[in-house]
C-alpha cells in the first residue's frame, strides 16, 4: 500500500502526541501520588478492614449529629444491599448545611440524590465527604449510582427536609 509522505508524517504525529498525553497523564498520576478525595475511615495510612468500619467512628453511630447551629454531619454506612441508618429515620431541618460522611463495609457502593449535585463514591475503608445544604423542604431520594451486585437495584433511602 503506497501512503503519502505528508500522510505518514501525520500519523507520526498524532501516535507521537498520544504517548505523550499518556505519559503527561502517567506522571501525573503515579509520580505525583494523586489519590481520591478521601481519608481513611481508621486514620492513618494502612488501608483498614472494611468489616470493621461500623465499629469505628465515626461510623460506629450512623445517622443525623447536630454540629452547629443549623450544621449538621450525616454520617452513614453503605451496605449491600441498604444504608445506615434505615429508612424513615433522617430528618433534617430546611435551610440546614449537611456534612455527608460515607464509608462503605463490602463493595464499593454511590450515594446520590437526583436533582441535587449531592453524588458520592462510598469506598471500602474510606471516608468521603461531602457538604450540601437543603434549602427547599421535601423528600429527597437517595440512590445507589455503583452497579454493586443483585439487590442493588433495592439499595436506596430517603431523607425529608421538613
Ligand atoms: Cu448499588
Known sequence: MHMHRLEKMWLT??????????IVL????????????????HGGHEK???????????FDKPGLHKIGDNEYK????????????????????????VHFEVTSTDVVHGLQIPGTNVNMMAVPGETTNFTFTFKKPGEYLVLC??????????????????
Open 74 to 97: 450525616l454520617v452513614m454506612v453503605a451496605i449491600a444491599f441498604a444504608y445506615k441508618p434505615l429508612e424513615d429515620k433522617i430528618v433534617i431541618p430546611a435551610g440546614a448545611t
Open 145 to 162: 449510582n455503583e452497579y454493586c451486585g443483585n439487590g442493588h437495584e433495592m439499595m436506596w433511602t430517603t431523607i425529608t427536609v421538613a
Open 48 to 58: 483498614p478492614a472494611p468489616e470493621l468500619a461500623e465499629e469505628t467512628a465515626p
Open 13 to 22: 504525529f498524532g501516535v507521537a502526541m498520544l504517548a505523550v498525553f499518556l
Open 26 to 41: 502517567g506522571i501525573g498520576v503515579f509520580a505525583n501520588g494523586a489519590q481520591p478525595p478521601t481519608t481513611h475511615a
